[in-house]
Nanobody, 127 residues
């Protein structure tokens, strides 16, 4: 059973930065480095949304319009870890952030991800 583990969240003032990390555990024959991966977030009272995605080799990245120019997704396959660098944070970025494997590079709908959802990491941005 695959389990994603997200970390790096916290409380930050508007304009600040955080870097989130994601690793997948429980994989017997493959690792996170074999998969396209994405970051998603769920704000209180709202549906889970796509934030950013990256191909398995890091060759292509994708972003939601709301975070373009502020967030950067990257990966270190040697460490089997995917990162989300978040700069110029806004109060509207407050949410629980999750990572997961998308169904495809053309389908970032969080309803169709391929791993079970992990616990996520809370990001709170104060104004």
């Amino acid at each position: 059973q695959v389990q994603t583990v997200e970390s790096g969240g916290g409380l930050v003032q508007a304009g600040g930065s955080l870097r989130l990390s994601c690793a997948a555990s429980g994989l017997t024959f493959t690792t996170t480095s074999s998969y396209n991966m994405g970051w998603f977030r769920q704000a209180p009272g709202k549906e889970r949304d796509f934030v950013a995605g990256i191909t398995w080799n890091g060759g292509s990245t994708y972003y939601a319009d709301s975070v373009k120019g502020r967030f950067t997704i990257s990966r270190d396959n040697a460490k089997n870890t995917v990162y989300l660098q978040m700069n110029s944070l806004k109060p509207e970025d407050t949410a629980v952030y999750y990572c997961n494997r998308p169904r495809s590079m053309t389908n970032w709908n969080p309803a169709y991800v391929l791993f079970p959802w992990g616990q996520g990491t809370q990001v709170t941005v104060s104004s």
